[in-house]
């Protein structure tokens, strides 16, 4: 169970059957290799399309994945020799491995709340083959090459699939990314607003631009928690049992306002930068423009802000805690159509697990598991 065979410089990442081995459609070359461990039939999608076919494992690998566009037994070929067939049913569909980036393990230090064999087979069991772990929540967090090391360690025999390392960027490392970089990190995530933990600090806006700096002197990624502290200073007011209340303290206006400093800020640096789990349509316009005038920026949303309705959430639901928080039908079509369009660049889930009592506090949790 060794997990972390993937760095953030494309070693061994991504290996999947869309990837090195969509080539042998058609081909009968498997029937005069040695026997399979496993081989798959029916309905496979891959490249974006579904077809019929046969995926082979040899040695814990796929080793190839074979069409045959006119379905189970056309053109006379002899079945896979393999120790284990699975013959799927009309209903079901194979798919590639999912990757998930923004994963929170909180390995070592609170795993309390979860750790990596608990995080890594709850991802395996729902085709999750890939996930990028967050610098935060673990103690120490991802600031320095030795966290990164201690991180590997605990992840090396206790992950069912591949795991993946961002890097963390406050004000303790600045001057010193590249070291992070060249050990292997995805990328830099930073926070404009408080982060949830002490030992975690967040960026002024004149620190941001010193990190963007340093980060593109040598082509890294920056990753963005956006949320403007000064306007969730100035929105800040009672949040009671309503959801509506707790959506209120944190408007669409303060993570809009944090994307737009931000897009200032790539336009001056020509950092790449990723803003992290999108909320709604107003950071979708920002984004939208400085994509069309091409600057460096891409985005991501999360299943909770595309399927979930503030005010359809219960009084007194705080599992449904989250920054930024859920929002309304109106915010959620304009992610859709954001994704639809391209402006937004993925989903991913922001798994981050809390305690019961954790989630029953007003401003705990900075993430919904």
């Not at 309905?43 to 074979?66: F, K, N, Q």
């Not at 929540?137 to 590997?152: F, H, I, Q």
């Not at 956006?226 to 993570?255: I, K, N, Q, T, W």
Request: hydrophobic share 35%; net charge negative.
């Amino acid at each position: 169970m060794d997990g972390t065979g993937v760095d953030g410089h494309g070693h061994d990442y991504g290996r999947d059957f869309e990837q090195g081995y969509g080539n042998d459609f058609g081909n009968d070359f498997e029937h005069d290799r040695p026997r399979a461990d496993l081989a798959i039939h029916g309905t496979i999608l891959t490249h974006g399309v579904e077809t019929y076919g046969t995926v082979v494992v040899r040695d814990g690998r796929i080793a190839s994945v074979a069409s045959d566009s006119n379905g189970p037994g056309a053109n006379g070929r002899a079945p896979i020799d393999a120790v284990e067939t699975i013959q799927l049913r009309n209903d079901e569909i194979l798919i590639p491995g999912i990757v998930d980036t923004h994963v929170h393990i909180n390995e070592p230090g609170r795993t309390a709340w979860e750790g990596f064999a608990c995080a890594t087979r709850a991802a395996a069991a729902v085709g999750v083959t890939t996930i990028l772990d967050m610098p935060l929540n673990s103690v120490p967090p991802t600031l320095t090459v030795e966290a990164l090391r201690s991180k590997r360690s605990c992840a090396l025999h206790e992950s069912y699939v591949q795991v993946g390392f961002w890097g963390g960027v406050d004000a303790s490392n600045l001057g010193r990314l590249r070291e992070l970089w060249d050990a292997g990190v995805f990328g830099f995530k930073c926070f404009l607003s408080p982060s949830g933990v002490d030992e975690y600090g967040s960026l002024s806006y004149e620190e941001l631009e010193r990190a963007m700096r340093e980060i593109a002197s040598f082509g890294g990624l920056l990753v963005c928690h956006a949320e403007d502290l000064d306007d969730l200073m100035r929105y800040d007011g009672h949040v009671d049992a309503s959801y509506r209340s707790f959506e209120a303290s944190r408007p669409a206006e303060c993570e809009a306002n944090a994307v737009r400093k931000i897009v200032r800020l790539v336009a001056r640096t020509g950092c790449r930068t990723h803003i992290l789990h999108v909320s709604s349509g107003l950071s979708v316009d920002v984004l939208r423009r400085a994509k069309a005038e091409g600057l460096p920026v891409s985005a991501e949303t999360c299943p909770h802000y595309l399927t979930l309705d503030c005010d359809h959430i219960p009084d007194n639901a705080t599992a449904f805690k989250c920054c930024p928080p859920i929002r309304d039908l109106h915010e959620q079509d304009a992610l859709w159509a954001g994704l639809a369009d391209g402006t937004l660049d993925g989903v991913v889930t922001d798994h981050s697990p809390a305690s019961a009592d954790m989630k029953a506090a007003i401003r705990s949790a900075p993430a919904m598991a």
